[in-house]
T-cell receptor, first 116, second 116 residues
Framework: NAGVTQTPKFQVLKTGQSMTLQCAQD?????MSWYRQDPGMGLRLIHY???????DQGEVPNGYNVSRSTTEDFPLRLLSAAPSQTSVYFC???????????????FGSGTQLSVL | AQKVTQAQTEISVVEKEDVTLDCVYE???????LFWYKQPPSGELVFLIR??????QNEISGRYSWNFQKSTSSFNFTITASQVVDSAVYFC?????????????FGTGTLLAVQP
């Protein structure tokens, strides 16, 4: 079982460059989300999606775009990278976003991004 | 507004000691969920437990136990007879019941170092 797959694992960008962080899950999960992890800040929600074609903003959405054209994929786009976006990014998914019995998020292994 | 506070930034113990990680939360919701996640040095996030706000029973899983007290808005985590493999960053998180239940608000984490 692949679970939640994030690529790349490491990336270095120059200020102003654009790139897409990829996230794919093979568990037929409806809910997918992106978090960033910064020292002393914990994890903060960037964007999330409750199903194909539906996305919404989290706590820190500025500078990031997302789309959800398929159930499996939820890419995160940085249109013009800034040093403030240096962080570790985690993608996460779960089966049913509204279920009270929903037990947990499945996290990917993370992408470490440095913006110079 | 929802908030999770983990006041202990770092804790260092010697193997076999018991250790308690504190978590205090704020929410206006009457129905909510609390989580603990472990992040070992390898970086992945490992789900440990989920609790809903109507279940105040303490839970024990092996050397791990959790104490949920609504009166003090706390959800503390105790490791009994700690081991070196317990060394990790531990995150407490909160989510609301309405809408997407997995929009997690994370605390800033507690780094636990267990010395041999």
């Amino acid at each position: 079982n692949a679970g939640v797959t994030q690529t790349p694992k490491f990336q270095v960008l120059k200020t102003g460059q654009s790139m897409t962080l990829q996230c794919a899950q093979d568990m037929n999960h409806e809910y997918m989300s992106w978090y960033r992890q910064d020292p002393g800040m914990g994890l903060r929600l960037i964007h999330y999606s409750v199903g194909a074609g539906i996305t919404d903003q989290g706590e820190v959405p500025n500078g990031y775009n997302v789309s959800r054209s398929t159930t499996e994929d939820f890419p995160l786009r940085l249109l013009s990278a800034a040093p403030s976006q240096t962080s570790v990014y985690f993608c996460a998914s779960s089966y049913d976003p509204y279920s009270a019995t929903n037990e947990k998020l499945f996290f990917g292994s993370g992408t470490q991004l440095s913006v110079l | 507004a929802q908030k999770v506070t983990q006041a202990q930034t770092e804790i260092s113990v010697v193997e076999k000691e018991d250790v308690t990680l504190d978590c205090v939360y704020e929410t206006r919701d009457t129905t909510y969920y609390l989580f603990w996640y472990k992040q070992p040095p390898s970086g992945e996030l490992v789900f440990l437990i989920r609790r809903n706000s109507f279940d105040e029973q303490n839970e024990i899983s092996g050397r791990y136990s959790w104490n949920f007290q609504k009166s003090t808005s706390s959800f503390n985590f105790t490791i009994t007879a700690s081991q070196v493999v317990d060394s990790a960053v531990y995150f407490c998180a909160l989510s609301e019941a309405g809408g997407a239940t997995n929009k997690l608000i994370f605390g800033t984490g507690t780094l636990l170092a267990v010395q041999p």
